[in-house]
């Protein structure tokens, strides 16, 4: 092992949950931190992996800047109210990065973030950057997420892979099922409806 073992994290789905509109039934992403609200199961499965000697960091994508929809210092400043109360329950996330480019952008975006990038999920740009900041061994690491795009960054940087995976979450079954014929997608190597069992299954795969 040449480095620290390190879990990467996405945000949305993985760590809180989106944003329901409960007038038109629109569904965002959280840009202010009060509108943060950790999913079940995250605080216990983050503290299981950090007192098994993980490094923990998020990494996101967070194409609201390029799409005209929040500010980018909307984004940091979520992103830090996040880390901040991870914190209070003695958690530390010790790096993020957010991908806010979106190949199309849209009305009022910031063009300077439209276009392709490096960065956004599911290449691999932002996870291999948090393996260089943090030092991390990839092979012994893994990506934790909710999507495609996230098991498909993971595997794109060598690393290990995990899918929270919500009974309602039926779009998702291709991945947790495995393979088809058909399919050429990734899958992820561990799975749980929430964090604290994705967190157990990774520590019982790393055990074997």
Same mark, same amino acid.
């Given at each position: 092992?040449?480095g620290r073992r ?8 993985t760590?809180i ?26 605080v216990?499965?983050l ?12 990494a ?14 909307? %984004?940091?400043?979520?992103?830090? /109210? @996040?880390?901040?109360? $991870?914190?209070q +329950? *003695?958690?530390?996330i010790?790096? !993020?990065?957010a ?23 599911? %290449?691999?740009?932002?996870?291999? /950057? @948090?393996?260089?900041e $943090?030092?991390? +061994? *990839?092979?012994?690491?893994w990506? !934790?997420?909710?999507?495609a795009?996230d ?14 995976f ?10 947790? /099922?495995?393979?088809g014929?058909?399919?050429?997608r ?7 409806a ?5 967190a157990?299954?990774?520590?019982a795969?790393?055990a074997?």
């Open positions: 092992m040449s390190g879990v990467i994290l996405d945000r949305d789905g760590l949950d989106v944003v329901r509109d409960e007038e038109t039934g629109a569904i965002s992403t959280a840009f202010h931190p009060n509108q943060l609200v950790l999913l079940s199961g995250v216990e499965g503290r299981l992996l950090a007192d098994a000697g993980f490094a923990l960091a998020m996101t994508n967070q194409p609201g800047p390029a799409k005209g929809q929040f500010s980018a210092a909307a %984004v940091r400043r979520t992103n830090d /109210a @996040l880390v901040a109360r $991870l914190a +329950d *003695g958690i530390r010790e790096a !993020v990065q991908c806010m480019h979106h190949p199309s952008g849209g009305p009022g975006g910031d063009a300077s973030l439209v276009g392709p990038c490096d960065c956004r999920k599911p %290449v691999p740009g932002m996870l291999k /950057a @948090l393996e260089r $943090l030092g991390l +061994d *990839g092979g012994a690491s990506m !934790v997420g909710d999507s795009a098991v498909e960054a993971g595997e794109a940087a060598g690393m290990r892979t995990a899918l929270v919500p009974s309602n979450r039926c779009e998702l079954c291709p991945l947790r /099922a495995g393979v014929a058909a399919s050429k990734a899958v992820p190597t561990v799975h749980g929430t964090l604290n069992a994705v157990r299954a990774i520590l795969f790393d074997t």
